[in-house]
Nanobody, 126 residues
Framework: QVQLVESGGGSVQTGGSLRLSCTAS????????MGWFRQAPGKEREFVAATAWSGNYRYTYYADSAEGRFTISRGNAGNTVDLRMNNLKPEDTAVYYCAAVSYFTRSLKVADVDYWGQGTQVTVSS
């Protein structure tokens, strides 16, 4: 059983930065995908960013809303994933969830996720 524990988040003003971290405990394959989703009040959970590993091959991808502002990175051991968020906007306000699947994928979707973190709140005020 894999457990994902998030940290970080909080409240910032428009243009500010935040860093989210996620640590996986239990057995997690080196060839797997870890990423972040978010869910705003009254909206569906949506993909933000992911990093997929397969051997020495690394593939990182972002939602259009995150491209250029957010950076996802994964620790060398493969069991941690960070999301650095810059130039935050009020529309980035949401609960952010760490996610993991036990295989390499170039397109991470909610329905694919095997493991979820508990979520951490990010609030951006104007």
């Amino acid at each position: 059983q894999v457990q994902l524990v998030e940290s970080g988040g909080g409240s910032v003003q428009t243009g500010g930065s935040l860093r989210l971290s996620c640590t996986a405990s239990g057995y997690i394959l080196s060839s797997c995908t870890m990423g972040w989703f978010r869910q705003a009040p009254g909206k569906e959970r949506e993909f933000v960013a992911a990093t997929a590993w397969s051997g020495n091959y690394r593939y990182t991808y972002y939602a259009d809303s995150a491209e250029g502002r957010f950076t996802i990175s994964r620790g060398n051991a493969g069991n941690t994933v960070d999301l650095r968020m810059n130039n935050l906007k009020p529309e980035d306000t949401a609960v952010y969830y760490c996610a993991a699947v036990s295989y390499f994928t170039r397109s991470l979707k909610v329905a694919d996720v095997d493991y979820w973190g508990q979520g951490t709140q990010v609030t951006v005020s104007s």
